[in-house]
Structure formats: C-alpha cells, structure tokens
C-alpha cells in the first residue's frame, strides 16, 4: 500500500475553477498514488459545489492563495516537495479583461512567471541540469485557442498558427505560453503547453456564454447575443477536455504544444436556438409560467463586443496521433445534460425561495 509520504505531490494551480475542479475530481479517482495540492484564489469564478466533494478525498490539500504570491509557491514546494505543476490558474473572460486588463496582465503573465521559475530554481540546478529524483518533473500549461487571433470561412488553427491575439485576455495568454517555451528552450525545464476550444458542461461559472443563454432564458430575460450571432466557436465538453490534460501531463512531449478540440463548430447564433430549441421541451412549464410560445421569442441582439474574433477551429490530429485521444462526448447528449443540471438548479433556487417566504 502507498502511503501519504510516497505518494508523488502534484501542484494545480486554479484548480477550484470549471474546468480545474473537474480535472481534480477525475485525476485524484484515476491516481490513488497521487496526491494534489491546489492553490486557489476563490474567485468568484470558483466552483463551489465541487470545491465540497473534493475536500472530501484524502489525497486532497487545499491552500488558498495566489499564483502571484511568490513565497507562498515557494513554501508550497518545498513543504510538499512538489514534482508536477498544472496550471489552471488565469483570469479568462474576455469582457472582463477589456474592462479591466490590469489584472489580467497581473495574474497571466507574472503570476504564471513566478510559478515557472519557482518550479524551475526547485527541479534543476542551471542548464539542463535536472536535480536527481526530478527526472520526471512537469510544468504543464493550460491555454486557448483564443491565442491564434481569428479565422475566415475556412482553416483551422494548428500548432503551426501564429499568434495574432485580439484581446487583452488572449494576449495576456499569448505572452504566458511563449514564456513557457523560452523556459524549455533557454533551461530545457520539462513542459507542454495545451490549447484549448471552448469548454461547456454542468457547473460552468454564470458568466460564460451557455449558462448566461439558459439562466436567461428560465428567468424570462432577454437572451443577448453578441453582433449579428454569426460569430463561430469550437465546443469541447469539459469532461472530454480533462481526459486530453491527463494524457498530455503523461504522454505528451517535453517542449511541445498540443491543441485540443472537438471539430464541433456552431455560430452564437445557432448555439442560442439550439439551446431554446431543447428548453422548449425540457421546461415546458417555466414556458408557461412565462406566457410564452418559446424561448426563441426572449433572444435580442446587442451591440457587438470589442474587437470579437469571428471564428476558432482547432485541429486536434497531431494531439490525437501522439495520444490516440478523441472526443468521447457527442454535442447535442452534452448539451442536453448541461442544460438539465441548469434546469435542477434553477428549480432549487425557486424552492428555496418559497421556503424563505413562508418562514
């Protein structure tokens, strides 16, 4: 049996957020000889209802705190004797950051460069030179496709693409992934970066744009989209995305980038109507309660946002010939799942808001 002090610590970074909690959750079921630190700011993008099932595990330590704070990464590594970094943790709504970029830079750039260079001054002695027993030492980096700027009617991003980030955001992830690489490149510090389409599923922070299209339209509010709805997104289950993490952690090659995605291709616009499509039948009586015929009719175009790119495709190949990975979850069975969990939760909300009126 292994026991706590043999088990081989593993660093996530951002690991209360949708998609970290997720691959925590899968990781520490999968990995008993794993155990996982993860360090959090608990923003309010952080997952709660995860963040509970998750404290639950033995293998589990939670410190709140910041990629930023250096001495606190600092004695994160040496007290766990940390072995493998993934790193999550990134300030990520696009709006967000033409509000205010300030702390997208803070957070993307220099909180992911003190990260790197502690794991680095921890794992090796200078060039090349890996300290013994850190042979297998990783810094993993979570990205997006968003670094690759935008695409036409045709074409895909590859690994191959060059960056042309239009956001503040994508920017900030743009500088974050090449200094991953210089790292590998000037150091030879293990690494693999992936980058990623869009992530959808169950939990998912309100801000994003399926869970704002389906609380908007249970709460009888207008459903904005952006523009004239054209605009064209690559969906990629959240599930499907953490099961691409663990076989690049593990699989991928040290200096190498890896996109992944679903060849899942939908414009906003018809995102909203499949959505209000699938709500028409699944909340029927939220329909009626609303004095609608559908949803469709609370759908209304807004002003467009600031420099919107118009269209990501990703071409997963090279990540799926390394690997033998592929996307296991078909579009319209993930969609139908997010929206029923959306629904439940919605349905709590109006409970117990009855129970606080009676009482």
Same mark, same amino acid.
Not at 238 to 256: C, M, P, R, Y
């Given at each position: 049996m292994i026991n706590d002090y043999e088990k081989k610590k593993i660093l996530v970074t951002g690991g209360s957020g949708f998609i970290g909690s997720n691959f925590i959750l899968y990781f520490l079921s999968k990995y008993p000889n794993y155990h996982i630190i993860n360090l959090d700011k608990l923003t309010y993008a952080a997952t709660e209802g995860l963040i509970e099932e998750i404290n639950r595990n033995e293998n589990y330590t939670f410190i709140q705190g910041s990629i930023e704070n250096r001495e606190l990464v600092q004695h994160?590594? @040496? @007290?766990? #004797?940390v072995k493998g970094v993934i790193n999550f943790a990134a300030e990520s709504h696009v709006d967000n950051s033409i509000a205010n970029p300030e702390v997208f830079m803070t957070t993307n750039i220099m909180g992911t460069f003190h990260l790197l260079n502690i794991a680095y001054n921890y794992w090796m002695d200078g060039v090349e030179k890996i300290k013994p027993g850190y042979e297998l030492s990783r810094f993993h980096h979570i990205s997006t496709d968003e670094v690759y700027g935008a695409l036409g009617e045709i074409g895909v991003f590859t690994e191959n693409s060059n960056y042309a980030p239009n956001s503040p955001y994508s920017a900030s992830k743009a500088s974050s992934d090449l200094i991953i690489r210089s790292y590998?490149?000037?150091?030879?510090?293990?690494?693999?970066?992936?980058?990623?389409?869009?992530?959808y599923g169950p939990r998912q922070n309100?801000?994003? &744009?399926?869970? @704002?299209?389906i609380r908007s339209a249970l709460a009888g509010s207008y459903i904005p989209v952006y523009g004239d709805g054209k605009n064209v997104r690559d969906w990629l289950h959240?599930? #499907?995305?953490? @099961?691409?993490?663990? &076989?690049?952690?593990?699989?991928?090659?040290?200096?190498?980038t890896y996109n992944i995605g679903s060849n899942n291709e939908w414009s906003n616009i018809e995102l909203v109507e499949k959505i209000c499509n699938i709500l028409d039948k699944k909340a029927e009586g939220r329909l009626n309660e609303l004095e609608l015929e559908s949803f469709h009719q609370l759908i209304q175009l807004v002003e467009d946002r600031p420099g919107h790119d118009w269209r990501y495709a990703i071409d997963s190949t090279k990540f799926s010939r390394k690997t033998g990975w592929v996307p296991q979850i078909q579009f319209e069975n993930g969609l139908s799942q997010t929206i029923d969990w959306y629904i439940a939760q919605n349905q709590t909300k109006i409970l117990q808001g009855c129970v606080e009126k009676i009482g």
């Open positions: 994160i590594f @040496t @007290t766990y #004797d590998y490149k000037t150091y030879g510090l293990n690494v693999v970066t992936t980058n990623c389409s869009n992530n309100k801000e994003k &744009l399926i869970p @704002t299209i959240v599930h #499907d995305h953490v @099961t691409a993490i663990d &076989l690049a952690f593990h699989e991928g090659i040290s200096g190498e």
